[in-house]
């Protein structure tokens, strides 16, 4: 699990993205946004700009770039499954509970998932005490690859725990050897978000 896969992650969304960029878009261009700006304006967006829609081209350059996040051996647990048709995209937002009228303005949704038995197993024996909880911690880290290219891109996410995972299995057809973890829109943020207050650095790091 190396900084450089990220770092290769988002220098490959970025000129995918600089060579494809949509003429009407007002963000600052990819090509001019460095690591640390992504990490300074990525935030949890919840309402989005309505008139800017994302192609199917650049969901799939976003998720490519996403293939290279890190797992446990490789094992690469992390499913995908993409609302971008209006019945899908509707559908998806009525099974979001209170973020439905905060996505209102985003016309992508993409529910994540993990295969179980993957990530933390050897031989189909759990390597330790965390067992599946590898995938789901597998998961989390593609999904901040996620969400940290999407905003290289210029795009905006938030990420959705209220969700009714039995609905969406049978919406997308997922597997049932499959976790359905969150819920992520992705559009253009409608004005700017306002900056959370972080816990003092000592409250979280202990050096030895």
């Known amino acids: 699990m190396k900084f450089k896969s990220f770092i290769a992650a988002m220098a490959s969304a970025v000129l995918l993205f600089s060579c494809n960029a949509p003429e009407n878009q007002n963000t600052q261009k990819s090509s001019e946004v460095s690591f640390n700006e992504v990490i300074k304006t990525r935030r949890s967006v919840r309402a989005y700009d309505s008139t800017k829609t994302i192609s199917e081209q650049e969901v799939r350059q976003l998720l490519t770039a996403v293939q290279e996040a890190p797992s446990w051996a490789n094992q690469q647990p992390t499913k995908y499954y993409v609302a971008m048709s209006k019945d899908k995209v509707d559908a998806v937002r009525d ?114």
Not at 108 to 134: H, L, M, P, Q
Not at 154 to 159: R, S, V
């Open 95 to 208: 099974l979001i509970g209170g973020n439905k009228e905060r996505t209102m303005g985003a016309n992508v949704f993409i529910v994540s998932t993990f295969e179980r038995g993957k990530s933390g197993f050897f031989n189909g024996e759990a390597f330790n005490e965390i067992g599946d909880g590898w995938g789901a911690y597998d998961n989390g880290l593609s999904n901040a690859y996620l969400v940290l290219v999407a905003r290289a891109m210029g795009f905006d996410t938030l990420i959705m725990g209220m969700r009714d995972s039995d609905a969406l299995r049978e919406l997308f057809g997922i597997p049932g050897n499959e976790t359905v973890m969150a819920v992520l829109s992705l559009g253009y943020r409608d004005g700017e978000p306002k900056t959370p207050q972080h816990r003092n650095f000592d409250e979280v790091v202990k050096i030895f």
